[in-house]
């Protein structure tokens, strides 16, 4: 009888062992995950800040241009024809034809058009990169408690706390799957937005 006791005792420990090292395996995963997240949306949040940052130097540039060209034009008002009005024309159609390469110039990607699609496409990326990050930190988090119960049953030979601890392992492994594939399912957690200059009304010209 006591022989019996052993057998079933070591045969249970021996599958909760298993289950132990199945949750570890899948919270490596994890961990790993939410680290590569992290650090894409920290990357993805340095990175839109500078294309922001080009966007706003482009968008004083082009503001200060079309000034001065306006400020010639009105300077040039009942001057007669001559070289010097010729002149002026020839630099107010220069800064003018600068300022419209400033707002947008498809050839280099370096107007501001063209970097507002750039910057608001890295704020997408970071946006899930965020987003997965806080759905994997829920998966590893429901993870730990599980190996921290199914641990719990080997010692004290409380069975249930194995299937709650194993409970736990499948909802971290369906939240690491949801951080994989659909970041955005959990309530959008993690969503926060860092909001370009264009949304904080930092832009101090039109285009």
């Given at each position: 009888m006591a022989e019996a006791l052993e057998l079933e005792f070591n045969e249970r420990n021996k599958r909760i062992g298993i289950l132990i090292a199945v949750l570890a395996g899948v919270l490596a995963f994890t961990e790993a995950g939410g680290q590569n997240a992290s650090s894409d949306a920290l990357r993805g949040t340095i990175e839109a800040s500078n294309t922001w940052a080009f966007f706003q130097a482009k968008t004083i540039r082009m503001?200060?241009?079309?000034?001065?060209?306006?400020?010639?034009?009105?300077?040039?008002?009942?001057?007669?024809?001559?070289?010097?009005?010729?002149?002026?024309?020839?630099?107010?159609?220069?800064?003018?034809?600068?300022?419209?390469?400033?707002?947008?110039?498809p050839e280099t990607g370096e107007g501001r058009k063209e970097l507002t699609a750039r910057a608001k496409t890295i704020e997408a990326a970071?946006?899930?990169?965020?987003?997965?990050?806080g759905s994997y930190d829920l998966a590893s988090s429901a993870l730990q408690l599980g190996i921290l119960l199914a641990s719990a049953a080997v010692v004290t030979s409380v069975l249930w706390l194995a299937y709650i601890g194993a409970g736990l392992g499948v909802l971290g492994a369906i939240f690491g799957m949801l951080a994989l594939w659909a970041p955005f399912a959990v309530g959008g957690y993690g969503r926060e937005r860092v909001e370009g200059p264009m949304r904080r009304g930092l832009v101090v010209g039109g285009g």
């Open positions: 503001t200060t241009l079309r000034t001065q060209a306006r400020d010639l034009e009105l300077s040039g008002i009942g001057m007669g024809p001559g070289a010097k009005r010729d002149e002026i024309n020839k630099t107010i159609a220069e800064w003018r034809a600068t300022a419209d390469r400033y707002d947008s110039e970071r946006d899930e990169a965020a987003a997965a990050n």
